[in-house]
């Protein structure tokens, strides 16, 4: 963060971690986008990752298969069944 890049990629930076630790990667991740630096998050925490999301895209077998706002995808009937188990 030294070099003040204008983009920082997260590859499942909550893998393996305590929830608690898990929201404070999040939580740093939010500032970090907040302070102006693009944010690239591949996580499979869904819900938490959609609920921060400002734009968020589904891969399924490689490819994209839904696109848009991370709210809408939240709440979409698919990802929802798919990936949250509702």
């Known amino acids: 963060m030294m070099a003040c890049p204008k983009l920082l ?5 909550s893998l393996g971690l305590a929830p ?3 929201r404070e990667v999040f939580g740093v991740a939010e ?3 907040s302070e ?3 944010v ?8 938490h990752t959609l609920t921060i999301a400002t734009r968020a895209y589904v891969l399924e077998n490689g ?14 009937e698919h ?3 798919a990936y949250l188990g509702i």
């Open 9 to 13: 990629l997260l590859d499942e930076p």
């Open 20 to 22: 608690l630790m898990g």
């Open 31 to 33: 500032r970090v986008n």
């Open 36 to 38: 102006g630096v693009t």
């Open 40 to 47: 690239l998050l591949v996580e499979q925490n869904v819900k």
């Open 63 to 76: 490819c994209i298969t839904m696109e848009g706002k991370g709210s809408d995808l939240l709440n979409n």
């Open 79 to 81: 990802v929802r069944k």
